[in-house]
T-cell receptor
Framework: GQSLEQPSEVTAVEGAIVQINCTYQ??????LSWYQQHDGGAPTFLSYNALDGLEETGRFSSFLSRSDSYGYLLLQELQMKDSASYFC????????????FGGGTRLMVKP | ETGVTQTPRHLVMGMTNKKSLKCEQH?????MYWYKQSAKKPLELMFVYNFKEQTENNSVPSRFSPECPNSSHLFLHLHTLQPEDSALYLC???????????????FGPGTRLTVL
């Protein structure tokens, strides 16, 4: 089976940098994804890491260490609109082509 | 606009009602999914369809019945639901496994279901 752990809540101020960690356990691993979900909205894809290292996309970066079963999402120059829930998800070799999601981290950005 | 639409956006139903949720994707994908999202719980995968064939039923009660008539449309038929079934029901689509991009799912806005 697969399981993921991430903090339930993180608070930061506008302009700061925040890191949201995710650890996972899986019997088969292809990659780690991150999704953002605003209140009342749909989850939207942010990034996908299949290889170790850091992937940068604008203010957001995602990191993966397969040997440590660990990844993180790094948000820089925080803006109020970044207040949302962030989910990590494992894409594995289980039946079908399912993603297994973590419980989500609620990020609150304060002025 | 995500390319995945869901109707209705909100639904209130009694425990004896029968209703259906509809999902449509305009992205040319061949895999579609139903998820349940309850407050303070992870997204729970319910059903997976690849090329119109159901490939996963994640121990979902029979009062939820999916239907996938073609790769663009997905339905979730509801009957004799319980109050604890109240949640946000999300539809998603992706390329099928073996195709590039199978790892990325695109979600619809969801149907907020309340069972009285």
């Amino acid at each position: 089976g697969q399981s993921l752990e991430q903090p339930s809540e993180v608070t930061a101020v506008e302009g700061a940098i925040v890191q949201i960690n995710c650890t996972y356990q899986t019997s088969g691993f292809y990659g780690l994804s991150w999704y953002q979900q605003h209140d009342g909205g749909a989850p939207t894809f942010l990034s996908y890491n299949a290889l170790d290292g850091l992937e940068e996309t604008g203010r957001f970066s995602s990191f993966l260490s397969r040997s440590d079963s660990y990844g993180y999402l790094l948000l820089q120059e925080l803006q109020m609109k970044d207040s949302a829930s962030y989910f990590c998800a494992v894409f594995g070799n289980n039946a079908g082509n399912m993603l297994t999601f973590g419980g989500g981290t609620r990020l609150m950005v304060k002025p | 606009e995500t390319g995945v639409t869901q109707t209705p956006r909100h639904l209130v139903m009694g425990m004896t009602n029968k209703k259906s949720l509809k999902c449509e994707q305009h992205l040319g994908h061949n895999a579609m999914y139903w998820y349940k999202q309850s407050a303070k719980k992870p997204l729970e995968l319910m059903f997976v369809y690849n090329f119109k064939e159901q490939t996963e039923n994640n121990s979902v009660p029979s009062r939820f019945s999916p239907e996938c008539p073609n790769s663009s449309h997905l339905f979730l038929h509801l009957h004799t639901l319980q109050p604890e079934d109240s949640a946000l029901y999300l539809c998603a689509s992706s390329h099928a496994r073996g195709q590039g991009g199978a790892d990325t799912q695109y979600f619809g806005p969801g149907t907020r279901l309340t069972v009285l």
